[in-house]
């Protein structure tokens, strides 16, 4: 089992920065990728970034590349999202996901343990 814990979301105005961490503890050889998502009010969840523990090229959603940076501290079992340019539609519930592989990313299938979630709001 891998247990999950989101934090850093809050609110921002729109065009500022913020970023999320998500700590990874328990059977950490099941959380070899860990991967972010998002769901905002009556949408479905959002592939956001995916990254392989250790690894050096981030899975990224065509919505945020360019703005998202996804990385990592293996020492200590926690991925980042470093997120610029927010916009009101990045607004949403951000969850961190993990499992042991990753091929296609960010897809919500390939993730077995989830987070509870950390509220990202973007004012204006």
């Known amino acids: 089992q891998v247990h999950l814990v989101e934090s850093g979301g809050g609110s921002v105005q729109a065009g500022g920065s913020l970023r999320l961490s998500c700590a990874a503890s328990?059977?950490?050889?099941?959380?070899?990728?860990m991967g972010w998502f998002r769901q905002a009010p009556g949408k479905p969840r959002e592939g956001v970034a995916a990254?392989?523990?250790?690894?050096?090229?981030?899975y990224y959603g065509d919505s945020v590349k360019g703005r998202f940076i996804n990385s990592q501290d293996k020492d200590k079992n926690t991925v980042y999202l470093q997120m610029h340019s927010l916009k009101h539609e990045d607004a949403a519930m951000y969850y961190c996901?993990?499992?042991?592989?990753?091929?296609?990313?960010?897809?919500?299938?390939?993730?077995?343990?989830w987070g509870q979630g950390t509220q990202v709001t973007v004012s204006s």
């Open positions: 990254i392989y523990i250790g690894g050096s090229n981030p």
């Open positions: 996901a993990a499992d042991s592989f990753c091929i296609r990313g960010p897809v919500e299938s390939e993730f077995r343990y």
């Open positions: 328990g059977n950490i050889l099941s959380a070899n990728c």
